[in-house]
């Protein structure tokens, strides 16, 4: 079964500054889709950004960008010039072949103004 | 356009109960999945419903049922409510089944078990 590890429960980052939020996944599959989902207090999830396993090139959208390193199954977001409403919980989530997400257990992010 | 509706937003029920969850997806999407959001925890995936037949179903105990109607729309029941089963459901759809499709969730339901 695959499983996602998110290893930092909170972040903190400066308005303007730059940070990171760590993921590693485990599966057996080659081929397999991998997100990062951003869920306000809104509750609603929505996608921040997507990496197919197969693309060497790391995805990028806007601000948002990611480390992906498949051998090591890491798959890290970077969020540049943050802003406050990037504040919120961020899930890591895998699919393959099964069709279902499997998603890690989030990390919290707080923007300092 | 309107994006994936649930409702209720939230309800509040005694153990022993029956609850039904709603879910329109977006229109034109044909598929529907079902996530339950513990607190603190992430998304667990619960059903996935594709053009109204069940295409896949996680590690829930039978009192954990859906469907889905002609229009796309869904239904999640749960019977006999635990305490644990107090969470956010979370239900997404998408254009079709396929691999690496995008999903978009609607602001889930609160269910909290008294």
């Known amino acids: 079964a695959q499983t996602v590890t998110q290893s930092q429960p909170e972040m903190s980052v400066q308005e303007a500054e730059t940070v990171t939020l760590s993921c590693t996944y485990d599966?057996?599959?080659?081929?397999?889709?991998l997100f990062w989902y951003k869920q306000p207090p809104s509750r609603q999830m929505i996608l921040v950004i997507r990496?197919?396993?197969?693309?060497?090139q790391n995805a990028t959208e806007n601000r948002f960008s990611v480390n992906f390193q498949k051998a090591a199954k890491s798959f890290s977001l970077k969020i540049s010039d943050s802003q406050l409403g990037d504040a919120a919980m961020y899930f890591c989530?895998?699919?393959?072949?099964?069709?279902?997400?499997?998603f890690g257990t989030g990390t919290r992010l707080a923007v300092r103004p | 356009d309107a994006g994936v509706t649930q409702s209720p937003t939230h309800l509040i029920k005694t153990r022993g109960q029956h609850v039904t969850l709603r879910c329109s997806p977006i229109?034109?999407?044909?598929?529907v999945s079902w996530y339950q959001q513990v607190l603190g925890q992430g998304p667990q995936f619960i059903f996935q419903?594709?053009?109204?037949?069940?295409?896949g179903r996680g590690n829930f105990p039978d009192r954990f049922s859906a469907r889905q109607f002609p229009n796309y729309s869904s239904e999640l029941n749960v019977n006999a409510l635990l305490l644990g089963d107090s969470a956010l459901y979370l239900c997404?759809?998408?254009?079709?089944?396929?691999?690496?499709?995008?999903?978009?969730f609607g602001q889930g339901t609160r269910l909290t078990v008294v």
């Open positions: 997404a759809s998408s254009l079709v089944q396929g691999f690496g499709t995008e999903a978009f």
């Open positions: 599966t057996s599959e080659s081929d397999y889709y």
């Open positions: 990496q197919e396993a197969y693309k060497q």
């Open positions: 989530a895998y699919i393959g072949s099964g069709d279902k997400l499997t």
């Open positions: 229109s034109g999407h044909k598929s």
């Open positions: 419903y594709y053009e109204k037949e069940e295409r």
